[in-house]
């Protein structure tokens, strides 16, 4: 069974630094990976969509990577703003199924 | 455009009620999903549909049943609600699978007393 972990469950930065958050998945059978974004109270927006054969996707202040035979993912985040707070949320597709598993987020704080 | 929208956005319900939660999406996509979101477990899908008149279960399909008699609707039935139902539940949609990309609805907060 697929497993998805974020590390770290919390994270507080001041403005304007540069940011990891860390996915990683138990079976490197996976057709895509995708990053979300949850504000409190409110549903998940999709911020990028990497392939499987893809090794990275950036949008704006934000790139995913992925290397998937050692089950990694990571979302770079430039320049961080206080806007920027929210959960964020990776998820995988196996390739077995169109069904995500997701992980339990990490909780981004950027303090002004 | 409106994506995805569900309704109702909150209730609160008896054990033993029945309630049915509705998704619908404008978007033209073939698969909708049913998630319930709990602290400390995440996201875990219910049921999802690859097609107008077609249901699958997910992870965690028991004490729920769904329908999808129209492309762009799909319900989430309670026949007996139970406390552990409590949770938000989320609903997503997407064009055609895997390969692309989910859209959520706003929730709908559902406490069960």
């Known amino acids: 069974k697929q497993e998805v972990t974020q590390i770290p469950a919390a994270l507080s930065v001041p403005e304007g630094e540069n940011l990891v958050l860390n996915c990683s998945f138990t079976d490197s059978a996976i057709y895509n990976l995708q990053w979300f974004r949850q504000d409190p109270g409110k549903g998940l927006t999709s911020l990028l969509l990497?392939?499987?054969?893809?090794r990275e996707q950036t949008s704006g202040r934000l790139n995913a990577s992925l290397d998937k035979s050692s089950g990694r993912s990571t979302l770079y985040i430039a320049a961080s703003q206080p806007g920027d707070s929210a959960t964020y949320l990776c998820?995988?597709?196996?390739?077995?199924?169109?069904?995500?598993?997701f992980g339990e987020g990490t909780q981004l704080t950027v303090n002004p | 455009n409106a994506g995805v929208t569900q309704t109702p956005k909150f209730r609160v319900l008896k054990t033993g009620q029945s309630m049915t939660l509705l998704c619908a999406q404008d978007m033209n996509h073939e698969y909708m999903y049913w998630y319930r979101q709990d602290p400390g477990m995440g996201l875990r899908l219910i049921h999802y549909s690859v097609g107008e008149g077609t249901t699958a279960k997910g992870e965690v399909p028991d004490g729920y049943n769904v329908s999808r008699l129209k492309k762009q609707n799909f319900l989430l039935g309670l026949e007996s609600a139970a406390p552990s139902q409590t949770s938000v539940y989320f609903c997503?949609?997407?064009?055609?699978?895997?390969?692309?990309?989910?859209?959520f609805g706003p929730g709908t907060r559902l406490t069960v007393t």
């Open positions: 998820a995988v597709v196996e390739t077995s199924g169109s069904r995500l598993t």
């Open positions: 997503a949609s997407s064009y055609w699978g895997g390969a692309y990309e989910q859209y």
């Open positions: 990497i392939q499987s054969s893809q």
